[in-house]
């Protein structure tokens, strides 16, 4: 079954740091485009970041841009999502998504629907 499996998540202060990893053992991550995706308490699920396994190209999500970054290892078939400037607003439960390749268009980048596998799940708290 398709399914990465997330971790890394937790109690960070704001301005503090973290770092989220997708892996899998079952199945290679080379041929297929990694998003992160997140979702607050009442609210849509939204995107955070995309990693195209073709070239490489990553994206961020205007909330995001600057504070976040999407890398691959290669070596332990993971993608890990580098979270820097944490604020309160970051809280929510984070999820990787798989996507064939390429991240989808710019207009559908950030569509859920967009994705046909998902990982569990991870909460993310920033708070003092």
């Known amino acids: 079954q398709l399914q990465p499996v997330e971790s890394g998540g937790g109690l960070v202060q704001p301005g503090g740091s973290l770092r989220l990893s997708c892996a899998t053992s079952?199945?290679?991550?080379?041929?297929?485009?990694i998003a992160w995706f997140r979702q607050a308490p009442g609210k849509e699920r939204e995107g955070v970041s995309c990693?195209?396994?073709?070239?490489?190209?990553?994206y961020y999500a205007d909330s995001v841009k600057g504070r976040f970054t999407i890398s691959r290892d290669y070596a332990t078939n993971t993608v890990y999502l580098q979270m820097d400037v944490l604020k309160p607003e970051d809280t929510a439960i984070y999820y990787c998504a798989l996507h064939p390749v390429v991240c989808p268009n710019y207009g559908d980048m950030w569509s859920a629907r967009r994705y046909d596998h998902w990982g569990q799940g991870t909460q993310v708290t920033v708070s003092s």
């Open positions: 990693r195209s396994s073709s070239d490489g190209s990553t």
């Open positions: 079952k199945f290679t991550l080379d041929y297929y485009a």
